[in-house]
């Protein structure tokens, strides 16, 4: 019999058992939306890695001060992670390269009438090498492909430098829009302004920039802000010292476990960390690495999709069996239908397509209805997982295949045993 | 004379049943020309169904050969005989066998639809509605079974028979299930095939459809035996 003969004949009869049908295909519905939506849990965690790559080099260790649950509040732990700490960990710990620092403050500035309540970062002079290198903003309008220097983003100003990031001095960077609100488009550099108490005086602008993730330009304004060497804001915004957040450079990505062993050892030394009766250390600070990050990620994602792959793996074998099941039955009410079929010629493989096509057909129907379900089931994925969910594209052939599949495995034992009907027998059927 | 359609040589069938042999067909000789129209009588349970359904290439014989138009078929396999069984044979059933999901002419091209890459649908369809034409019944080519009356569902599934042209259209009791006047109507059909030059092999218990036969065979436990009635009657 032709494709086109037994694809009618296969569409006919199960079109005549509509309700039949889509009860048999709610099984592999159920599996095949588990497979996509699995498939989507794994794909987005891999694409937070990835995002998370961009701003956190291989050679980056993040450092911050350990916060822990108190009274049903985060509370910071131990000993503040100091400017000092850092400082000195750059010149003792062999594999530090670089060790980048900020802290950030929401302060009052003010020039002449105009005054702002923003966020003041201090940072070390290379943050603003930071800034071009992560990748998360560049100037509006700037052709995303090129790259741009520090310069590009500073106009006629300048940024601080180390030597004023030692000295403390009282110098600051505005955003392009903090600028724009305290001088009112009149040309800051060179003017003094107010900084909560302090007074400070502008070397530079940060020319207007956007997030490089379209997606992303609504949430935070890159052009809000003054940056301050660290050690001024340390010395003159705050009354105690503050903890810092830390960006330490590795000399070698490869030995990037060996060095946080070694700041881990400098900052308990540091802190008189002892080891307790258990032999374990209370340590007041963490450490991040992309590794971890990937970890984390993949271990969220992995109990998630664990538990997706067992249901997808019930769903279609019950699916499975139901289909076995449904075809079981066709092929009993059908008998003397097979009988005249053989009469008329149908040899064994006509008869075995014909059976096969109908259980690949309900199967078939079922995983297109899966992958419909799955993908709109992504986003409540993604919610109950606490995580990112995007949809694999690879995973829709997939879980088509693996429904034809299962219309195959299970469909096949009924066609055979439709097809080795005697045919005698098969007329005689009531 | 022309070769016989069908030519049989001591065609047994047996069937065992635990320890027990049940012989359903003894040594069968029959031979059929072609134009013939033949009538097999017997009681039920005397070996007739068992003689049409290894004629119709459905059953193998335990001992003899059956050569279809010259060709011994106790060697083939089933799939050739199913090949075989599509071409060269029709059948006619008592409760006719059409299939209650498909159109009247789909159900007239059946035969076709299984020759693999010979008949395209328009093919089909064409062929099936010329085929109902012949049984007065094109205008019902769109019809489903259960739409039609017992005489057009046997018509359709004579066209059914005569769609491939067969060598012989083996008829189980085409009237069994037929009220007489409609019956009649189909023996009328069957006898003009007949004289268009279809061979004919019909199995009957009803002497009034028998008397339509050139020949008549009567069978009785299992043996087969040519009546000398037939020519008495006609």
């Known amino acids: ?430 | 004379m022309s070769e016989p359609v069908i030519r049989t040589e001591k065609l047994t069938r047996a069937y065992s049943m635990g320890a027990s042999v049940i012989t359903a067909l003894r040594e069968a000789d029959l031979t059929v020309h072609p134009g013939e129209f033949i009538a097999l009588m017997g009681a039920s349970g005397s070996g007739k169904s068992t003689l049409l359904n290894l004629l119709g290439l459905l059953d193998r014989a335990t001992s003899g050969e059956y050569l279809l138009e010259g060709t011994p078929v106790s060697s083939l396999r089933r799939d050739e005989l199913a090949d075989l069984r599509g071409r060269r044979i029709g059948f006619i059933f008592q409760n006719f066998n059409l299939l209650p999901r498909l159109a009247a002419w789909e159900n007239v091209a059946l035969p076709l639809a299984y020759r693999k890459g010979e008949f395209g649908v328009q093919d089909q369809l064409s062929r099936a509605r010329e085929t109902l034409s012949r049984v007065q019944l094109e205008h019902r080519a769109e019809h489903n079974p259960m739409e039609l009356s017992g005489g057009e569902r046997q018509r359709v599934a004579i066209a059914r028979a005569l769609i491939t042209q067969p060598a012989v259209i083996l008829a189980d009791e085409p009237t069994g299930n037929l009220d007489s006047k409609t019956g009649i109507e189909i023996m009328h059909l069957l006898k003009e095939l007949n004289e268009e030059g279809r061979t004919i092999i019909i199995v009957t218990h009803d002497l009034n459809v028998a008397r339509n036969a050139s020949r008549i065979y009567h069978m009785l436990d299992g043996v087969l035996n040519e009546s000398e009635w037939a020519h008495v009657a006609n």
């Open chain 1, 1 to 430: 019999m032709s494709l086109i003969d037994l694809l009618r004949t296969a569409l006919r009869s199960v079109s005549t058992n509509k309700l039949r049908a889509i009860l048999t295909m709610l099984g592999v519905v159920i599996g095949v939306a588990s497979v996509i939506a699995m498939l989507a849990l794994g794909n987005g965690a891999r694409a937070a890695v990835e995002a998370t790559f961009q701003s956190l080099g291989a050679n980056q260790i993040q450092i911050g001060q350990r916060f822990a649950m108190e009274d049903g509040e985060l509370q910071p732990t131990g000993k503040t992670l100091t400017f000092a700490d850092g400082l000195e960990m750059l010149s003792t710990v062999p594999l530090v390269e670089r060790v980048e620092m900020s802290v950030s403050k929401t302060v009052k500035a003010r020039f002449g009438k105009n005054t702002v309540e923003i966020n003041t970062i201090g940072t070390t002079a290379d943050a603003i090498d930071g800034i071009v290198s992560s990748g998360d903003v560049q100037p509006v309008g700037w052709n995303g492909d090129a790259s741009f220097s520090a310069q590009d983003l500073l106009g006629d100003g300048r940024f601080f430098s180390s030597d004023e990031v030692y000295a403390g001095a009282p110098v600051c960077v505005l955003g392009y829009q903090t600028a724009l609100d305290l001088f009112s488009g009149d040309n800051p550099i060179g003017e003094t302004i107010w900084v909560d108490r302090t007074r400070c005086e502008v070397i530079g602008v940060i020319t207007e920039l956007e997030s490089t993730d379209v997606q992303n330009r609504y949430r935070s304004d890159p052009n809000e802000g003054l940056l301050m060497p660290i050690s001024t804001v340390i010395q003159t915004l705050y009354d105690d010292e503050p903890s810092v957040y830390m960006v330490v450079h590795v000399k070698n990505a490869n030995r990037i476990d060996e060095a946080k062993e070694q700041i881990t050892s400098y900052l308990r030394q540091r802190h008189q960390i002892e080891q307790n009766a258990d032999g374990n250390y209370q340590d007041d600070f963490d450490m991040t690495t992309r590794n971890d990050i990937l970890g984390q990620q993949q271990e969220a994602a992995r109990t998630f999709s664990l538990l997706l792959a067992a249901m997808a793996t019930v769903s279609l074998v019950v699916g499975g069996i139901g289909i076995m099941n449904v075809m079981m039955v066709s092929v009993t009410e059908r008998t003397r239908e097979i009988g005249v079929r053989l009469a008329v010629g149908a040899k064994q493989r006509d008869i075995v397509s014909q059976f096969l096509l109908e259980s690949i057909f309900i199967s078939a129907s079922g995983g297109l209805a899966g992958i419909v379900l799955g993908i709109l089931a992504i986003p409540l994925a993604a919610a109950l997982n606490q995580g990112v969910a995007l949809l694999y594209p690879g995973s829709v052939p997939l879980a088509f295949g693996v429904a034809v599949l299962i219309g195959i495995v299970f469909g096949l034992y009924p066609a055979l045993r439709a097809a080795r009907l005697d045919p005698i027998e098969a007329l005689r059927y009531e």
